[in-house]
């Protein structure tokens, strides 16, 4: 039985994929009977996949266009040829 200590010491291993199936199965024990951990894992584990998502995001072409129109609309800059 290992304690929330163990677990949190233990998280980044479990989070990690490579993590060792006797390492895992002991933290998803202590993550069945504890809701504090639970918590702290799943909140990390979200985190982890929230900052692995970010990619940069190029700007839609549409956007970009209107906000060329706008620009040129206020300095009165005639669009290239
Ligand atoms: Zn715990």
């Not at 010491?9 to 994929?17: C, F, Q, T």
């Not at 993590?19 to 918590?39: F, G, I, Y």
């Not at 990619?55 to 669009?79: E, F, Y």
Request: net charge negative.
């Amino acid at each position: 039985m290992i304690t929330c200590k163990d677990f949190l010491s233990e998280l980044n291993e479990y989070l990690d994929e490579d993590c060792r199936d006797e390492v895992r199965k002991e933290l998803e024990e202590h993550l069945d009977e504890c809701p504090n951990c639970w918590v702290i894992c799943n909140t990390t584990q979200k985190t982890i996949e929230i900052y692995r998502g970010m990619d940069p995001i190029p700007i839609p072409v549409g956007v970009h266009d209107r906000l060329l129109d706008a620009l040129r609309m206020k300095s009165q800059i005639a669009p290239p040829a």
